[in-house]
């Protein structure tokens, strides 16, 4: 232990720093009346604990708002809250927030929770960023060194998008900690293809866009080197154990899924499908500048939300009125918006530029470990990325969270590529022959010593 806090020393001074700080914020963070939702469906932990066939889907039954969450979100962030409140000895919310109604009603409703029980909700996402951050350093270690962690880490802990996202009692702080076990999962998943079949379930089973990683999984699970013994038994065999791991975990977590799969099956896409074109057409009537009818403006939305748009409390102006002064509050504290201004994230977009050569680079290395790294996760970027521009069609910032892990990975990675680049061309003197070579240009007796 002690060898290992003196070689990372740094990390871990980074990591009680940036996490007292996180969890000391969580008060700071307007409320969201999704958190309602979630916290009224956290429920489902002990139905489904206690008798988990009651969750199954009837067809001969009438759809429930209740069952129809459990088609339409996935389940792990409600199960998570709902672990909690049981171990805090706290019940579910009574009923759940009520988009039609005022804030007020929606009080009287019992709709609101109770500040212990949206603190217990927020504790239960907010204690998976310090994993997240070790998860950012040991995917740093394996690519590139300790310079590419602690830079990942650091670039992770200041993005006003996960100071505040991240800080809810909702899905997003539970899906960038599992999009990192991913990435880290996809790094080992040749050698431990059940447990990347889990990792990838769980990101799966956090908000369904992960399954854009699911093919990448599998892809990592059976690259392995045609030249070793058995290599396509031991192909095949991966590929069993990681769709083992995927589908087991998914079929255990949902429940509805158990009496009747077909049914239940088609009847959540339906679901989903109606839940999607119910947001776009009310958004085309109340605010049609969040609707992106184009892949070229899903794709500069996309763009600004992660690297230039300040943090966004909410996605429509329901409550405006009575959120705007905590907002401003929040918006004044530290950390709120940092690297939201035109010059720093012009940097950082440079930055991910850089690390994506980078990376192409070490997708032609001779080195096979190191080739397989990065194009598993370039491919693994491009799609999730080409996912959400082709699949989001409103402009709601949470929605573009997965892409987090990804960009402060490869800013990172440019940011270090950049130093070290620097460092050889000064070490060999290129950088005193390539400025003599400019200057001969305009002074042919000019030397540079």
Known sequence: MRAILRRHWLFVLLLCGTSIFFIAGIGKVPFHPDESTFLYMSGEFERATSNPFDLAWDKSASLTPVMRYRMIDAPLTRYLVGFSLAIFELPALENDWDWSISWQNNLESGAFPESRTLLVGRLTVASLFPLSLILLYLIGLKLNGRMLGIAAVVIFSLNPLILLHTRRAMAEGVLVFAVLLVLYALLHANQYPFLAGLAVGLAFNTKHSAGLLVPFGLLAACWISLSIPNAYRRIASNFVRYSIGFGLLTLLLNPFLWRNPIDALQTALSQRQELIECQITDFERIAPAQVLDSTGKRAAVAIAQV???????????????????????????????????????????????????????????????????????????????????????????????????????????????????????????????????????????????
């Open 307 to 449: 690297f230039i748009a300040p943090p966004l409390f909410s996605e429509t102006g329901n409550y405006v009125e009575n959120t705007a002064e905590v907002e401003t509050a929040y918006l004044e504290s530290f950390g709120s918006k940092i690297g939201r201004q035109t010059w720093v994230a012009g940097l950082l977009i440079g930055f991910t530029l850089l690390g994506l050569i980078a990376a192409a680079r070490s997708a032609r290395s001779k080195d096979q470990a190191q080739r397989r790294n990065a194009v598993i996760l370039l491919l693994s970027f491009v799609s999730i990325s080409l996912g959400i521009v082709l699949l989001v069609h409103l402009a709601w910032q949470r929605y573009y969270l997965p892409l987090i892990p990804f960009t402060t990975i490869f800013s990172a990675l440019g940011f270090v590529w950049g130093i070290k680049t620097s460092r050889e061309i000064i070490a060999h003197g290129r950088l005193s022959d390539r400025l003599s070579q400019i200057l001969a240009q305009f002074a042919p007796d000019s030397r540079v010593s």
